[in-house]
């Protein structure tokens, strides 16, 4: 197995319509919509970074900041942050374009972990990530913290044991 992937080799872009059976009564896409297509262009880009099936394992805070109405074209754009022993950190935002002025506007962004399971559906070992700009570095330092803090809220983790999030708090 490669020791190292590119967040690029893994970058998924995902572009969908909203139709009219897509939406609410207030012609609004549906949360639930755009949550499932944030999983599947998510779980795309970690299965291709795992070369392995990959399984949804925690969604962060997802708020619904501007609503997709019917007719807007919606991309989600989804990239590694970082990969841990099995699971994977996948930061997606969403945009919305208006097909007639073309005015392309972002309203979501979320981190989602997954999971990369063998043919019996056991945890399986990923490939690291090599971060290459100044973004992807941040993205890569601070998924430490995020990780830490969905092992705790996940009753996983002990928070005296949150090394790197103690370090918030700590001043020298």
């Not at 490669?2 to 690029?8: L, P, R």
């Not at 022993?85 to 007639?100: A, D, L, W």
């Not at 803090?149 to 983790?157: D, E, F, P, Q, S």
Request: with cysteine; proline share 4%; glycine share 4%.
């Amino acid at each position: 197995m490669t020791t190292s992937k590119k967040v690029n080799e893994s970058a998924t872009v995902f572009t969908e319509i909203v139709m009219p059976n897509d939406t609410n009564p207030m012609h609004n896409l549906m949360g639930g919509n755009l949550l499932k297509w944030m999983d599947i262009a998510c779980g795309i880009c970690a299965s291709k970074h795992a070369n392995r099936i990959a399984v949804t394992a925690a969604v962060d805070s997802v708020s619904f900041s501007r609503p997709l109405k019917i007719g807007d074209i919606v991309t989600i754009s989804a990239r590694m942050t970082r990969a841990f022993t099995s699971s994977m950190e996948i930061y997606v935002e969403v945009f919305k374009e208006n097909f007639r002025s073309h005015e392309k506007v972002k309203c979501n962004e979320a981190y989602l972990t997954f999971v990369a399971l063998d043919d019996d559906g056991r945890p399986v070992a990923v490939p690291q990530i090599a971060p290459e700009s100044e973004e992807e570095e941040r993205r890569y330092v601070s998924a430490l913290r995020r990780r830490e803090l969905r092992l705790i809220l996940a009753g996983r983790m002990k928070p005296e044991e949150a090394k790197e999030l103690k370090q918030i708090f700590i001043s020298e």
